[in-house]
């Protein structure tokens, strides 16, 4: 069984703003090494593969990737685009309550600031935190600028709604809840317009390429037809989004299977923060629907959640009860789960004053289908992975650690969110560091006038012989089972030592099949994933914000920390990971 090393190296003097002032380095996971990835997914031989040469690559097109693209292009860059799916696919699309800003005369920018921090758990950076926020008003200007339509309130103002851990009704939306939809389209007409950006859509990003000094340069990828094309560019921005395909219980997208962070990684970027996974305690349950996120709205408007003796449970969980933070919801369902020993929980709509079949007409239309009538039927509900907290870690202007390399939006981890994310701030941080990620890049496209051709260093593998036969869709079903039930919304130390054994298990097999299409690498990138997940769950000895350990159920000082995960390796293979445990400093200045 693998174990975490609770003995603690390394003691590196490093300036600090907030806390004790140091670096701690953790001899974290016992041998085997707790990971091992080849450099790249394929056989690489880069001979017979067209190479397109643009300023800047974008890879990823929601809000942050979209948003990025256009800044980056108007600052003069030429940008390719890519998205493995359409331009629209995206998490982005499916967002429903909205965008936090502070655009109400009754708000201030100190108050967004100061709910953002305490929900973060003192593991936000403040200056990132006020950056964002502050930029909150031009990114809804800049909405109306591209002829987004806004919910208006009977003053013709804008109509801000009140989400749980805002203390002011500040969230601006679209649609009533289609706010997702209406920022991706507007986004993807003005793409679609810009000179300056070339889309490519179908198009799977598989690796980064790097140069001999470590620079990332290029993207290999595979187009509709399954033919290799390597996009090259001295400047490349991950926006690739989440990582909620990896668990069986999800509000995310097909598309959301960690594919940036996997290659980021593999190429040696540092990861942080990956343990913090965010769950939305409502999504429906029933067998053969899709998992459609009920959001807090519903709970706002006096639905109650009750077990399936009909018992009302929140107010013992917490004073707010319904209208608690997420992830004390999402607890406290569980727990009614497991208590009643039942698949869910039930919201009951029966004593809403209005009628919840006109409030809530998508809900009521999906669950009438499933013979469910919404006013006087209880509606199953259990958590599904909504949000992955942590990411690739960057600079206020998006920097990774590798040279070239940039992310943003949900692949990354900026700072904004610590230890929880508070809800309609990620379309908020994927505008305004989205805007900030492609200035920054135009800037460095305009400093960089090299025309040489970067020469990739590629150490070719030999075809992969697998010998037996391997079902992929069978091995991803068993991977998101093994999350959502080792390290779903409760963990303990046992039962994600032996998930990370049985990863490790498949990551073998994994690497002795070939793997040659987008449902293989997206299993890889998952698995992959998975092991970073749960090696910083596992050093992660505390319950904090969305992390929550029954065997370490409290936050404890020595982990007021970010947790870092380093790459160690050649450049054929990521050998293994060093964890960090790291003080609160925020840029990469102490990488
Ligand atoms: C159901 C739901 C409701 C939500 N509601 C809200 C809300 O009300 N308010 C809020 O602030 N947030 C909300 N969120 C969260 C928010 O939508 C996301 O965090 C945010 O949209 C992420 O934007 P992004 O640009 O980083 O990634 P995404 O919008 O997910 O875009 C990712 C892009 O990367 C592309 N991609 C991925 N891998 C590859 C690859 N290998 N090769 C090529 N392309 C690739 C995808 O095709 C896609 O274009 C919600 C999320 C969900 C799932």
Sequence with gaps: MTRVNPRQGLCVPCPARLGVHFTLRIDSLDSPAPLHLPRYLIPLDLRNVPQYRFDAVVVGSGAAGSTAALQAAGSGAAVALLSKASLEDSNTLLAKGGMAAVVGEDDSLASHVQDTLRLGCDLSDPEVVESVVSGGPAAVQALLDMGAELDQDESGGLALSKEGGHSSHR?????????????????????????????????????????????????????????????QAAQIILATGGAGQIYRETTNPAIATADGVAMAVRAGAVVRDMEFIQFHPTCLYIAGAARVLISEVVRGEGGMLRDRHGRRFMPEFHPAAELAPRDVVSRAVFDSMLATDDTSAYLDLSGLDRDPHVAFPGISSTCEFFGIDIATDPIPVRPGCHYQVGGLKVDRCGRTSIPGLWAVGEVASSGLHGANRMGSNSLLEALVLGAATGQAVGEAVRG?????????????????????????????????????????????????????????????????????????????????????????ALAREESRGVHHRTDFPNPRPEWLAHSELRPQGHDAAIESVVIERRNLESALSNS
């Excluded at 793409?191 to 990332?216: H, K, N, P, W, Y």
Aim: one cysteine or more; a negative charge; glycine letters at 6%.
């Design 171 to 231: 969230i601006v939306h679209a649609g009533i809840d289609a706010t997702g939809r209406e920022i991706q389209s507007c986004l993807v007409r003005q793409v679609r317009t810009c000179e300056g950006v070339s889309s490519f859509e179908q198009v799977f990003a598989i690796d980064l390429l790097s140069t001999a000094d470590g620079t990332v340069a290029g993207v290999l990828c595979s187009t509709e037809r399954r033919e290799l094309v390597v996009f």
């Design 448 to 536: 960089n006038d090299s025309r040489s051709l970067p020469t990739f260093t590629v150490r070719e593998a030999g075809p992969r012989t697998p010998p037996v036969r391997v079902n992929v869709d069978d091995l991803i079903y068993s991977l998101k089972s093994l999350m959502w039930r080792e390290l779903g919304v409760r963990r303990t130390g046992q039962g994600m030592s032996e998930a990370l054994d049985k990863m490790r298990f498949w990551s073998r097999a994994v690497q002795a099949m070939p793997l040659e299409d987008p449902r293989a690498w997206e299993f890889s990138n998952m698995l992959e994933v998975a092991q970073l997940i749960t090696i910083g």
